[in-house]
């Protein structure tokens, strides 16, 4: 005896190399298909499956390699401006402000010279005049250039202190602002650049995305999707469609790793257990009956179509076992899931029960025009027959249009 459960799936493959689409939309609706590989067609790694439109991006490379020789100038700019504003501090160090330093200390020691002298004059003036040899105005007038003298003694070292306390600090902040400054737009230059590099980079990463190539041997499969509505196509795989960032356009099946989804009726769904024994048969290959075993039973419900109703359905995955190359993915298959087997039962066609309150009842044949009701036990139903395990005998005749009796 056999409790089945029987269902309509489609063969895939449990191990899908897919290809998706990597380039950027970059605001438009997305990127078109100019060629694809027909489906079917078995390809080895590294050929060629899909190229996309790459017109829009090869205009942008274009314009992104002139962005990056005007931030290559700019930061070019910026280097020689750094490297004028520390020569331009070094150039004052070493030259204008020793230069003003030395001159100034020149004004002091010629200072400090005529000072000296008008001193000693205004001294020797002073000595004459008490001696009666000079006049009181030429003493006046040795003292008096003693004073300026010693005014622009002040003076000179008036300006050294400014020079060396004041200025040089000033000018020094000013360079030091013009260095930093500098060095900012010399930051910003190079970031400018980083940028617009990295951005080329990209466009160029995408120029080749624009092509791609089958990472493993596989056979091809279009990505194409169907509403789940009224079954039309919302995406189909072929030159001229569009494609968006990271949508997949082609699976790569690998033809070793085969199973069935197929999609269980609520009422029947509790009866299924993952590692059940299952018999496959492709409708597009008459005869052949492969072995599989359950090895998903998802928990959720399938999204149901507009037109569905609203009974729910499950998918269960049934793996095939040992598959042989020639079948497909996307081909349809009858499932026969082993939900009990009993190697030597007793049974009858389910015609022959008749439900009263919680027990099952037969009609047995005795003789002729001769019936007895027989109350039995049912150890396990499918479709077509019940496994009796208390009731009846072998050889037992029973009626099976209990209605007319």
């Not at 202190?161 to 602002?177: A, I």
Request: aromatic residues 4%; glycine residues 6%; charged residues 30%.
């Amino acid at each position: 005896f056999d409790h089945i459960v029987l269902e309509q799936g489609e063969v895939e493959s449990s191990s899908n190399t897919e290809i998706v689409c990597e380039v950027k939309s970059r605001g438009s609706g997305g990127t078109a298909i100019l060629w694809v590989l027909e489906e079917g067609t078995k390809v080895k790694k590294g050929e060629k499956l899909v190229e996309l439109d790459s017109a829009e991006l090869e205009l942008n490379l274009k314009e992104q390699k002139i962005q990056v020789i005007t931030a290559e100038s700019r930061l070019a700019t910026a280097e020689a401006d750094l490297e004028q504003a520390k020569i331009s501090r070094q150039e004052y160090l070493e030259g204008v402000y020793k230069t003003d330093e030395k001159k100034i200390l020149s004004e002091k020691a010629v200072a400090e010279q005529e000072l000296r002298k008008a001193r000693l004059q205004s001294q020797s003036s002073e000595r004459l005049v008490a001696k009666g040899l000079l006049n009181a105005l030429t003493l006046e007038a040795n003292q008096f250039a003693v004073a300026d003298a010693q005014n622009k003694l002040d003076v000179a070292n008036s300006k050294l202190r400014v020079l060396q306390n004041l200025t040089k600090q000033k000018m020094l902040v000013q360079f030091d602002s013009d260095i930093e400054a500098a060095e900012a737009k010399l930051s910003a230059a190079q970031s400018e650049l980083m940028e617009e590099t990295t951005e080329l980079s990209e466009i160029k990463e995408q120029i080749s995305k624009c092509v791609m190539y089958a990472p493993a041997d596989g056979v091809v499969v279009h990505a194409n999707r169907y509403s789940s509505r009224g079954g039309s196509a919302e995406f189909v795989v072929e030159a001229g469609s569009t494609v968006r960032e990271r949508q997949e356009i082609i699976r790569l099946p690998d033809p070793s790793l085969m199973q069935v989804k197929c999609k269980v009726n609520e009422s029947r769904i509790t009866l299924i257990r993952e590692g059940m024994a299952a018999r496959v048969q492709v409708d597009a290959i008459p005869g052949m009956k492969l072995t599989g075993r359950v090895v998903k039973v998802n928990r959720y419900a399938e999204p149901g179509s507009y037109f569905s109703s609203s009974i729910k359905e499950y998918a269960t995955i049934v793996e095939i076992i040992n598959p042989p190359e020639n079948i497909r993915t996307g081909m349809t298959a009858e499932v026969q899931i082993f939900v009990e087997q009993l190697d030597d039962a007793l049974q009858i066609p389910i015609e022959g029960l008749y439900e009263h309150g919680p027990d099952m009842f037969t009609l047995v044949m005795k003789g002729p025009d001769q019936f007895k009701t027989a109350k039995v036990n049912i150890q396990a139903t499918n479709d077509t027959m019940a496994s009796i395990s208390d009731g009846l005998v072998d050889n037992d005749v029973v009626v099976l249009n209990l209605r007319d009796h």
